[in-house]
């Protein structure tokens, strides 16, 4: 071991530079007697999971690939496919991995900072701003978790600038958006290469290529033939999974249409291209869109490129046995013109920690060599034997009848050292702030997993545009950790929208601060408008970090909302009124980990009551003109996966509100009120949720009343039809996922304990109850729900049922 080591040290650079420039010599001195086989894949989003099926059927003839091109999705499988990906690799790694996942921007709601976390679910739409100008995003998703997916899976061959010097030498297209003109993409980082071909756009944002931004090469060369017989390929296969044009009487939607109008970009380019392939592809994808990124139609669809392939066996036979074409052939049968054929060229891929070098020494073997594959695992048992090598494989390709390629798969026991870390596209976040919070040094071991998850925690603090990497060897077991980071505006607008029977539309617009005026600092001021008026201002400092445990708080604010009050007897709307004051706070909050938040102020409100509709008698409805002291007090844990869609989790929320004359404040009541949600799912469809709540109070006027008169909390009554002075309420949902945006549920829930206290008299309703069912729609605008529900109509006196149906549409705020 200790010899070993001395020869790691010993080997420098130049030697594997010079090793390399004779490999290549070598590489280019001679000719070998087959035709070059040049694989293509075309783009096709979903569609191109179909590729996965026909790189399995060409793994089982062992038909070699001298070349591998693709455009978008075929140009992503294209680049795992270079490197050593086979068909079954490919088909593993798609069905573990959670698409919707990944091609959402923003991390686990779970593993959120708080103040982000709370704001998940309000807004369709978040904009930057510049100065008071809103400005667009340039596409719907930044690709985060798609970057660092992508940079995991090519980590080992991020070395590797030159994409000629892949195992299967590789290209793919992008389109330049300044220019229009195509890009082929042959060098640099193979993991932002695979993100500009798959940039749709409008979709995913553009990727910054040197003065170049890159979107999906779908657009100018979908099967780019052309640039695998411009690489050398003498026979080309190429699989289709491209939409084929609608005939005229299916050009009948503004969706039809427009999918019609992208075919047409580069259909000459198609044409011409077409007139090249040798063996074509093509499965039966009808019945799939690009957008089918369901488990269960993944798997349908690479089961169509499988059998599309498989129906061109005949020709792809003829091809092999024709030319001689074999690949990974096992020891002893290679149908070679000599036991020992010479090694043609040499390749080692996989290292990251070892230099080339290295390795080249301990094999012992090098091009014009005869192949000995005995004394090759010797050396294999020998190299594992010296404690540096996790896994050694190797695959024979042959060339011609005498020639061979040898590649030498790695994988190593120790990880490479971070030498240094440099953090490139910062403006105002200093860099030693965000060295701080990725929480990585040099002289530490590089772990790519531990790596994605410290950048997932940066980016959820909510600063970051998108933050990249990638690993630059720098020495002998060396590497340095290049981080590519983009801002996010420190002041962003988020617009939402809503729409309930009671409240009917109702928007938001909230324009969010950060680092505002001193680092830490932050804003937010929302306007809700249209049926009700609520506006808050918030300025607190939780630090930059957002984890500061205590932090100072500034509040004030001001709301209009319409209010129902019905009588309990008969159930007739009996008053209406706005809930209209104004109010401003001062105080202090408390965060522990990432869910909990507690808040204490002191505030003072101003209440401008008025009715518009009520009885005579302004004894019981007045209008009210208070001014409140008070203190108030908060206190909430939030363990949900999902605000609009909960699937597991749990959030419980207390509330205090007290009001004392010692404050010199025109009452004095007390409110307290307490809930919990708890949200369980089996086998993915089924879904339960327990509501619980308990609110009691004392002396409170009645725009103070608890008021919990709406669908999300109580079905069977109207809106503000459940209110009072004290209740509980104990609620069961179950919720049935028929489609992946269809769902249908059971609601059952009871009121209980009730009060209702105006303090002349107080009311004792009995128990209430409610049940009904539901469906509820998952669309671009957020989710739609209807709910059919029967539920009391009275709380005291003769009993008398009423059913209601509820209609609720968007984001929750």
């Known amino acids: 071991m200790t010899r070993n080591r001395r020869k790691i040290r010993s080997a420098g650079w130049k030697n594997a530079f010079a090793i390399s420039l004779l490999l290549m010599s070598n590489a280019l001195a001679q000719e070998t007697d087959r035709p070059k086989i040049g694989l293509v894949l075309s783009g096709g989003g979903a569609r191109g999971f179909a590729h996965i099926g026909a790189l399995k059927m060409l ?84 690709g985060q978790k798609v970057s660092l997916l992508f940079s995991s899976l090519t980590f080992p061959y991020e070395s590797v600038t030159d994409f000629n010097k892949l195992p299967i030498p590789y290209r793919c297209v992008a389109v330049d958006l300044v ?21 749709i756009p409008t979709v995913f944002t553009p990727i910054e290529y040197g003065d170049s931004l890159l979107i999906d090469g779908g657009f100018s060369n979908n099967l780019p033939i052309n640039v695998a017989k411009e690489m050398g390929a003498d026979i080309v296969i190429a ?35 077409e007139k090249l392939i040798d063996i074509l592809i093509r499965p039966d994808l009808d019945a799939f869109t690009p957008a089918d990124f369901d488990d269960d139609q993944i798997r349908k669809i690479i089961q169509r ?52 070098s290295f390795i080249y020494e301990q094999l012992k073997m090098k091009p014009t060599d005869r192949l000995d594959v005995s004394f090759l695992q010797e050396r294999f048992a020998e ?102 980071i983009k801002e996010l505006p420190s002041q962003r607008m988020r617009v939402g929208l809503r729409y309930d029977d009671f409240h009917k539309l109702v928007g938001v617009v909230n324009v969010l601060g950060v680092n505002w005026l001193i680092p830490g600092l932050r804003f ?52 209406s009124y706005k809930d209209r004051s104004s109010h401003f706070g001062v105080g202090a909050g408390l965060l522990f980990k990432k869910c909990f938040n507690a808040e204490i102020e002191y505030q003072h409100e101003y209440m401008n009551v008025t009715p518009n509709i009520a009885f005579s008698d302004p004894a ?55 809930s919990a949600n708890i949200y369980h799912t089996l086998r993915q469809r089924h879904t339960t949720r327990l509501f619980g709540y308990w609110g009691t109070t004392r002396s409170v006027p009645i725009y103070k009343f608890l008021n919990m008169g709406r669908p ?15 209740m509980g309420i104990v609620r069961f949902d179950y919720r049935y996922q028929h489609k992946k945006d269809i769902f249908f549920k059971l609601i059952a829930n009871m009121a209980f304990d009730m009060q209702y206290d105006t303090g002349p008299t107080t009311l004792y309703p009995y128990n209430v109850t409610g049940y009904g069912v539901g469906v509820k729609l998952l669309s671009l605008v957020g989710p739609i729900e209807v709910i059919f529900s029967r539920g009391d109509k009275v709380f005291v006196g003769e009993r008398k049922k009423q059913n209601l149906v509820y209609f609720v549409l968007g984001y929750k705020f």
């Open 383 to 484: 190299m594992k034997a010296s404690g540096f090598f996790e896994k050694l494989s190797y695959e024979i390709v042959p060339l011609s009848k005498n020639d061979v390629r040898l590649i030498i798969h790695v994988k190593e026991k120790q990880k490479p050292q971070i030498f240094g870390i440099s953090i490139d596209g910062n403006t105002s976040l200093p860099f030693k702030f965000i060295y701080q919070l990725l929480g990585i040094k040099p002289g530490d071991r590089l772990d790519t997993e531990a790596l994605n998850s410290r950048i997932m925690e940066m980016y959820g603090l909510g600063y970051f545009e998108y933050i990249k990497y990638e690993i630059e060897p720098i020495g002998e077991n060396r590497v340095r950790l290049n981080l590519e």
């Open 620 to 674: 019981m409805f007045p209008t009210w003109k208070h001014e409140l002291r008070k203190v108030q007090a908060s206190m909430t844990i939030d363990k949900l996966d999902d605000v609009l869609l909960p699937r597991n989790g749990f959030d419980f929320r207390s509330s205090y509100e007290g009001s004392f004359k010692e404050l010199q404040s025109d009452l004095d009541y007390t409110l307290f009120a307490t």
């Open 524 to 575: 937010e001021e929302e306007l809700q408008f249209a049926g009700l008026v609520n506006y808050n201002s918030k300025i607190y400092y939780p630090t930059r970090t957002i984890t500061m445990p205590v932090y100072p708080l500034l509040k004030f604010g001001f709301k209009d909302i319409p209010t129902n009050i019905y009588d309990g007897g008969s159930g007739d709307l009996i008053a």
């Open 179 to 199: 220019t229009g003109n195509q890009v082929i993409l042959k060098s640099g980082s193979l993991a932002k290469a695979m993100r500009a071909t798959m940039a």
């Open 59 to 142: 793994d089982s003839l062992q038909i070699p690939i001298d070349y591998i091109v693709g455009a978008s999705m075929g140009g992503i499988a294209g680049a795992l496919y270079s490197i050593g990906y086979n068909g079954h690799d490919l088909e593993h790694l798609v069905q573990k991995t959670d698409w919707n996942e990944i091609f959402s921007d923003i991390p686990r709601r779970t593993e959120l900072p708080y103040f982000v976390r709370k704001e998940t679910g309000r807004y369709q739409l978040v904009l930057g701003l510049d100065g008071v100008k809103p400005v667009m995003p340039s596409g719907i998703i930044y």
């Open 305 to 356: 490129g499988h059998t599309a392939a498989r129906a061109k066996v005949g020709q792809l036979i003829n091809l092999k046995e024709k030319y001689l074409l074999n690949r990974m052939q096992e020891p002893g049968v290679l149908d070679l013109a000599y036991k020992h054929p010479k090694i043609h060229d040499l390749k080692i891929t996989g290292h990251t920690a070892l230099p080339f």
């Open 239 to 273: 699989v289709d999974v491209e939409s084929p044009l609608k005939k005229r009487k299916q050009l009948n939607t503004v969706l039809s249409v427009l999918e019609q109008t992208i075919g047409l970009l580069g259909l000459e380019q198609r044409r011409r291209n």
């Open 712 to 726: 999300d909390t109580f079905i069977g009554l109207d809106y503000d039809q459940l209110y009072g002075t004290q």
